[in-house]
């Protein structure tokens, strides 16, 4: 019996795949989801701060380990995504944030296409937005992605805007608004204490039409290519072979990483490398895993003289107080993202345009292949680069579809990112030092009272820098003519039919903040292009009844 044949197939069930599905369920076409992770049924999803408890959880986590880095001594930093429908979106912080205008500014005028502007954007942004505070030019409501205040900030985080201010930094209460300069709690994408996941928003409502079909744990090995278009995807699940086939376009939205390493499999990519591991090239794309973008954030950990912040909530009759309180009346520790206020500057200058974001964390929080500290009371100010210089690839380990990528972010390659996260950690030790946290710290941890010397923090920063899961760029969208460039603006792959991407691996350089919304927006303009129309209001999803497979792209 010949496989079902579908409109669409949609590979990657992360943040841009379900945007993705949905937008064409509400164009009445038939779409196969390929998600490698499990659904996203456990309730730990769905507190906010559960998502802590699923970090380390390689059920619901890539867990791409990286090539030795040149520049951190050798380390070897692991670069966790998500694993699971919703992707990103249903295991991060949840903070909402788009960046700053620049940065799309900064897309048009590398691709010479003014619709991927700020202001060009700035509709979608705020169409898909329900905010529970804010309506005006910049931000939305009645859309289907929800943003809220957070219910619960823990004293921590109230202490350090407050000090922040005391350091010059204005405050700052809408990062999306006109400027992202200062210092506030973020926005985060919950509603009534409640995670609102890209599933939630956009997948799960396009399901019940019976045009979206689902499959989890479902590893994509390649794209299926005939007489130069794709016709299907190959994939694996558990241990049976299959192939699933598409009358339209395939769509990629396997992430950064992930989607690379597909097509290069798929003998997609630069072709001596394909070759070099037993893979024929179909087109040579020499862009294909380069330009790798990733945020990193270096630490500032001060321990406190008093049981300030979460230190201890997640155990014991702490923990029991907390998860009632949450289930009684969806308030109190657990409605926390854990990174509840976050401050944007330039170190150099507080009045110039912010290079750094930085984030409150208001516990100790290290990787533990970093330092044998115990957790305690604390507090740590992690630095971010906001648009980092450096970049990485990412490369085939073998022509196996289950083995690894090589991950090569190449942190702290140009030495700008270097001394900007040196600034950073000035600033955070500045910020420490204001009233009304300097009057709740006991002591520095790292990098210590005794490291002060550039050269002192710069090796800090070599040994405690770590991602912050925001990998873009590896498939960047590019002009007409650019030999590096992998998709058009209009996001289609070069070289091979009916294959369009639609993730973070197509964005040129990455954004001055966490990258999660401005995904939904590159999402949001696939499938535009694919339906050939500007975007509408989202459709009514009351039918169930399915379009038939359609021979070629709309």
Known sequence: MAAPTYDYIVVGGGTSGCLVAARLAEARHTVLVLEAGPDDRNPLIRMPAGFVKL????????????????????????????????????VNAMVYMRGQPADYDLWASQTDDDQWNYASLLPYFTDMED?????DRYHGVGGPWKVSDLRHVSELSRAFVLAAQG????????????????????????????????????????????????????????VIIEKGRAVGVRYSEGDKLGEARCGAEVVMAAGAIATPKILMLSGIGPADHLRAHGVSPVVDLPGVGANLQDHTETPVVALCNGPYGYYGHDRGWRQMRNGMEYLLNRTGPVTSNGVEAGAFFDPDDLSATPKIQQFCVPTVYLDKDHTDQKASYGITLNSCVARPRSRGTVRLASAAPDNQPLVDPNYLADPEDLRLSIGGIRRAREILAQEPLRSMIASEVFPGPDKTSDEDLAAHARRFVKTVYHPVGTCRMGREGDPDAVVSTRLTLKGVEGVRIADASVIPTIISGNTNAAVLVVADKAAEFILGRPRKTPADLSSTQPSQPVAAAV
């Open 55 to 90: 970090l380390g959880v390689e059920r619901y986590m890539w867990f791409y380990k990286s090539v030795p880095q040149e520049h951190l001594g050798g380390r070897t930093p692991i670069v966790p995504q998500g694993r699971v429908l919703g992707g990103g979106s249903s």
């Open 131 to 135: 905010n529970e505070r804010l309506n």
């Open 167 to 222: 350091n010059g930094l204005p405050h700052n209460g809408d990062f999306n608004g006109e400027s992202q300069r200062g210092v506030g709690t973020y926005q985060v994408n919950t509603r009534d204490g409640r995670r609102c996941s890209a599933v939630d928003a956009f997948l799960r409502p396009a399901m019940r039409t019976g045009r979206v079909t689902v499959r989890t744990g479902v590893l994509a090995h390649s």
